[in-house]
């Protein structure tokens, strides 16, 4: 069975950081793209950012572009988001997502809170 668990959520002032992992199990993890996505109330999830497999390059959503960065350590079949200079805005559930072929798998989210 497969699993993608989320974690490293939190409150946070505006310009602080955060650290998100996802860690999976069930999966050849190496081969699958990995992406990080959030929600915030009310409204679409919306994509953040993408590693290709095997590390083969990173893309980014424009206005998180300079203040995040996603890598992965697939010996710990875990993805990370780094998040810099947060913004209230920045405020969602955030989710991973697996990808490889026509499979696609999603985590349950993490909580990440910017708020003075």
């Known amino acids: 069975q497969v699993q993608l668990v989320e974690s490293g959520g939190g409150l946070v002032h505006p310009g602080g950081s955060l650290t998100l992992s996802c860690t999976g199990s069930?999966?050849?993890?190496?081969?699958?793209?990995l992406s990080w996505y959030r929600q915030a109330p009310g409204k679409e999830r919306e994509y953040v950012a993408q590693?290709?497999?095997?590390?083969?390059?990173?893309d980014y959503e424009g206005s998180v572009k300079g203040r995040f960065t996603i890598s992965r350590d697939d010996a710990k079949k875990t993805v990370y988001l780094q998040m810099n200079n947060l913004r209230p805005e920045d405020t969602a559930l955030y989710f991973c997502?697996?990808?490889?072929?026509?499979?696609?798998?999603w985590g349950q989210g993490t909580q990440g809170t910017v708020s003075s």
């Open positions: 997502k697996a990808t490889f072929t026509d499979r696609t798998y």
């Open positions: 069930g999966l050849s993890f190496s081969h699958y793209a």
């Open positions: 590693i290709k497999s095997f590390g083969a390059g990173a």
